[in-house]
């Protein structure tokens, strides 16, 4: 059903979709599904009015892409569209070709026609955000491809990711322990920031946080004090668990300094890299080749992303 991708912390799949027994969205994603739905239903003041004629609608792809979009259009259905029946041809992360066919809805037709802008939204911008995914995948070779918390759809962003073969990152504040620049700053502004970062790793509750931890560093310095004061800690406490070294603003070349110190002192096999920063699909190869990142993440990923053109025909093409 989903594209394959690596397993790095990064990958918060396993709290959106549950494989498990009965395979199906968590309460976590479905709640924020159902937000996201009352807005979009709310605003074409789409209703499932239950009138009319039963008619048969058939949404067809007008462009090729990667198709995403069916675990939100079925809660849609069951939860606000009940007299409606859905029959669907394609899985998510299939590929759609122009012509394919998607769904076939069928119900009276004035429920049929009062959500059809809100089915095609749905399914437009998630297959179009998957099929970008895709793209950056697709070029990234061994190095993961991570988007950001910079989302417009929230969690359904995120799936549209995972479902494009991408990692979704931290789901919110909360899903991860998250160090940033501004977090350093607030614990101390006077002591170097190298002593600051240490400071910040000393004080963390390992046994909860250690399995996903991120820190964002903005040099080389920076990145080793990060690495050493996580290793001396683990050793500690006999962990083997790795920090996330997010390489902020960098750029692919300093990225490979700082992979190249953290190497000759042993410590590269504390961390996981994350670059980040500026980094486009036009300059990916620049980064896969350069930068020796075990993973990229960009909001470019899912922002700003044209949606796949979707058109819901009545009767069939």
Known sequence: MHRCVDRLPHDR????????????????????????????????????????????????????GVFCGRVPVDLLFAEWFPSCDLTWNVEEGDDITLGSQILSISGPSDSVLSC??????????????TTRTSEWVSESGSV????????????MDKWAVHVGGGLTHRLSRTDALMIKENDLRIIDSKRDTGSVISSAISSIDFEKSAAFVVIEVQDSAQAISAAESW????????????IVILLDNMGPQKCRSAEALLRESGLRDWCILEGSGGVTLDGLHTWIESSMVDVISSSSVNMGVPSIDLSMLIGGS
């Open 116 to 129: 059809e802008r809100v089915v095609l939204n749905i399914l437009g911008r998630l297959s179009g955000i």
């Open 13 to 64: 799949s396993h709290l959106l979709y549950d494989a498990k027994e009965v395979a199906g969205p968590t309460k976590l994603f479905q709640d924020s599904i159902r937000r996201w739905l009352i807005a979009h239903l709310s605003d074409d003041s789409a209703t499932d009015r239950n009138t009319g004629n039963i008619a048969e609608a058939v949404v067809v792809s007008k462009s090729t």
């Open 144 to 155: 993961s491809i991570a988007c950001t918390r910079k989302t417009a759809w929230g969690l």
């Open 231 to 242: 290793s001396e800690n683990q050793k500690i406490r006999g962990g083997e668990e790795r």
